[in-house]
């Protein structure tokens, strides 16, 4: 039996702080390492869509920063929820660099709610 990889990932209102969401952008950026190397299988985070951190008050702009340093590895991500956290100014600013960058998600919809 094949595994499926998730479409969804839905971790709001987990109590996830930075290190949680740093570790978290390390298990994406590993499995893109992983789908890119010669003999890697396709599938794995790179399918994932839907990714909601919303509720989480300790993810902060270190977390974020994590984050938006792995999106380049999530190419089917269209929805990304960060709202009632506590990443900010600071936090958008991450997501504004990675998000204007030509390699990464067109279409992201970020909710800041």
């Not at 595994?3 to 893109?32: F, K, M, W, Y």
């Not at 993810?59 to 900010?88: N, Y």
């Amino acid at each position: 039996m094949t595994a499926v990889p998730p479409q969804e990932l839905l971790l709001g209102g987990n109590q996830l702080g930075d290190q949680a969401v740093r570790e978290l952008a390390a298990a994406i950026s590993s499995s893109t390492a992983a789908a890119t190397a010669p003999g890697g299988s396709s599938g794995g985070l790179q399918l994932l869509a839907v990714l909601h951190l919303h509720d989480n008050p300790r993810l902060a702009a270190d977390g974020v920063a994590g984050l938006a340093a792995a999106l380049p590895g999530l190419p089917s991500l269209t929805e990304l929820a960060l709202g009632r956290c506590h990443a900010g100014n600071e936090g958008a600013r991450h997501l504004s660099k990675v998000r204007g960058s030509a390699a990464v998600i067109a279409g992201v919809q970020a909710a800041w709610y």
